[in-house]
Protein backbone atom coordinates (compact mmCIF):
# COMPACT_ATOMS: atom_id res chain seq x y z
CA UNK A 1 0.00 0.00 0.00
CA UNK A 2 1.35 3.76 -0.55
CA UNK A 3 -0.22 6.59 0.11
CA UNK A 4 0.66 10.12 -1.88
CA UNK A 5 -0.19 13.62 -0.46
CA UNK A 6 0.59 16.27 -3.09
CA UNK A 7 0.87 19.94 -2.28
CA UNK A 8 2.11 23.45 -3.86
CA UNK A 9 -1.30 24.42 -6.16
CA UNK A 10 -2.84 27.52 -6.34
CA UNK A 11 -3.51 30.71 -8.72
CA UNK A 12 -1.04 31.93 -10.99
CA UNK A 13 -1.02 34.36 -13.96
CA UNK A 14 0.18 33.47 -17.13
CA UNK A 15 3.77 32.88 -17.52
CA UNK A 16 4.74 31.99 -13.99
CA UNK A 17 5.80 29.59 -12.25
CA UNK A 18 4.89 26.34 -9.26
CA UNK A 19 6.29 23.75 -7.99
CA UNK A 20 3.80 20.72 -7.16
CA UNK A 21 5.24 18.37 -4.33
CA UNK A 22 4.09 14.56 -3.99
CA UNK A 23 5.15 13.29 -0.57
CA UNK A 24 4.61 9.30 -0.88
CA UNK A 25 4.73 6.69 1.98
CA UNK A 26 4.35 3.32 2.58
CA UNK A 27 5.76 0.06 1.43
CA UNK A 28 9.01 -0.22 -1.35
CA UNK A 29 7.77 3.39 -2.07
CA UNK A 30 11.24 3.53 -4.10
CA UNK A 31 10.25 0.91 -6.69
CA UNK A 32 6.91 2.40 -8.09
CA UNK A 33 7.37 4.86 -11.33
CA UNK A 34 6.03 7.77 -10.01
CA UNK A 35 4.02 10.71 -12.14
CA UNK A 36 1.61 13.46 -12.48
CA UNK A 37 -1.71 13.83 -14.27
CA UNK A 38 -4.25 15.95 -14.65
CA UNK A 39 -7.64 16.92 -15.27
CA UNK A 40 -9.34 19.60 -16.81
CA UNK A 41 -13.36 20.42 -16.30
CA UNK A 42 -14.86 18.15 -18.76
CA UNK A 43 -12.14 16.57 -19.92
CA UNK A 44 -10.08 12.87 -19.14
CA UNK A 45 -7.53 12.61 -17.31
CA UNK A 46 -4.37 13.16 -19.09
CA UNK A 47 -0.39 12.27 -18.37
CA UNK A 48 1.95 15.18 -17.62
CA UNK A 49 4.92 13.32 -16.78
CA UNK A 50 6.26 10.23 -15.53
CA UNK A 51 9.63 8.97 -13.94
CA UNK A 52 10.09 5.43 -14.27
CA UNK A 53 13.55 3.48 -14.70
CA UNK A 54 14.16 4.20 -18.80
CA UNK A 55 13.97 7.84 -17.94
CA UNK A 56 11.44 11.00 -17.70
CA UNK A 57 8.70 11.12 -20.40
CA UNK A 58 6.61 14.31 -20.71
CA UNK A 59 3.11 14.96 -23.03
CA UNK A 60 4.16 16.85 -25.92
CA UNK A 61 1.56 19.60 -24.53
CA UNK A 62 4.56 20.66 -21.45
CA UNK A 63 7.72 19.18 -23.26
CA UNK A 64 10.21 22.22 -22.29
CA UNK A 65 8.23 24.15 -19.52
CA UNK A 66 7.77 21.58 -16.98
CA UNK A 67 10.37 19.46 -15.17
CA UNK A 68 9.96 16.52 -12.55
CA UNK A 69 12.05 14.69 -10.50
CA UNK A 70 12.34 12.43 -7.59
CA UNK A 71 14.12 12.95 -3.77
CA UNK A 72 14.29 9.19 -3.10
CA UNK A 73 15.69 10.11 0.15
CA UNK A 74 12.78 12.09 0.80
CA UNK A 75 10.27 9.64 -0.82
CA UNK A 76 9.04 12.73 -2.65
CA UNK A 77 8.48 13.42 -6.37
CA UNK A 78 7.91 17.31 -7.97
CA UNK A 79 6.57 18.59 -10.93
CA UNK A 80 8.11 22.15 -11.72
CA UNK A 81 6.10 23.94 -13.57
CA UNK A 82 7.50 27.16 -15.59
CA UNK A 83 5.83 29.51 -18.51
CA UNK A 84 2.47 28.49 -17.72
CA UNK A 85 -0.72 29.28 -19.73
CA UNK A 86 -4.39 28.94 -19.30
CA UNK A 87 -4.42 25.54 -20.81
CA UNK A 88 -2.77 24.36 -17.70
CA UNK A 89 -5.40 24.57 -15.15
CA UNK A 90 -6.51 21.58 -13.91
CA UNK A 91 -6.46 19.59 -10.69
CA UNK A 92 -3.16 17.97 -11.09
CA UNK A 93 -2.66 14.24 -9.34
CA UNK A 94 0.83 12.37 -8.44
CA UNK A 95 0.58 8.27 -9.40
CA UNK A 96 2.83 5.38 -8.16
CA UNK A 97 2.43 2.27 -10.47
CA UNK A 98 4.15 -0.85 -10.62
CA UNK A 99 2.75 -3.54 -12.50
CA UNK A 100 -0.83 -4.00 -11.86
CA UNK A 101 -0.87 -1.62 -8.66
CA UNK A 102 -1.78 2.10 -8.96
CA UNK A 103 -2.01 4.09 -6.06
CA UNK A 104 -3.20 8.31 -6.69
CA UNK A 105 -2.96 11.50 -4.42
CA UNK A 106 -6.18 13.71 -3.47
CA UNK A 107 -5.49 16.07 -5.90
CA UNK A 108 -4.47 19.99 -6.31
CA UNK A 109 -5.50 22.62 -8.46
CA UNK A 110 -3.66 24.60 -10.42
CA UNK A 111 -5.56 27.65 -11.84
CA UNK A 112 -3.46 29.98 -14.41
CA UNK A 113 -5.59 32.91 -14.82
CA UNK A 114 -4.97 36.77 -14.88
Known amino acids: QVQLVESGGGLVQPGGSLRLSCAAS????????MGWYRQAPGKQRELVAVISRGGTNYADSVEGRFTCFRDNAKNTVYLQMDSLEPDDTAVYYCNAKRAWLSYWGQGTQVTVSS
Open 26 to 33: GSNVGIYD
